[in-house]
């Protein structure tokens, strides 16, 4: 339990620190509780789950072929699968919210997995994305 609690408090001085907000009284800070609170649990939540970051090199990025791809990809393993570009996620299944990112090439995203094969639907989808999506890699 104190780690938690030291946890929070170098959190939430970093989190002060980085944003220019002042400290008021005791750990509550103005006009930053929420966001810091969200942003807290989305780190604490991703604790628990396996996340990479990778960068997608081909030209066109993830339009609709590339995107079936990862899509069918995903659906190999039973975890729950999401793909994050600049702090919005999607779920990885779901050609429309994949398309709806606007993923061009040079564009950094994370995968992110939860379940039983998280390690291994994230690595296999880091895999595809590496590789440009090549007949190899599917």
Known sequence: MKKSVDYIK??????????????????????????????????????????????????VGLHARPATFFIQKANEFKSSIWI???????????????????IVGGTNVKVIADGADEKAAVDALIDLVDSGFSEESR
């Not at 994050?84 to 990112?101: C, D, H, P, T």
Request: net charge positive; with cysteine.
């Open 10 to 59: 170098k959190s939430m001085y970093n989190y002060n620190q980085q944003t220019g907000h002042k400290k008021t009284h005791g750990l509550v800070y103005e006009s930053c509780a929420y966001s810091f609170i969200w942003k807290l649990i989305t780190e604490i939540g991703e604790l628990y789950m396996f996340v990479r970051e990778v960068m997608v090199k081909n030209q």
């Open 84 to 102: 994050e570009k600049e702090e919005r996620r999607v779920n990885a299944k779901s050609l429309l919210g994949i398309l709806s990112l606007g």
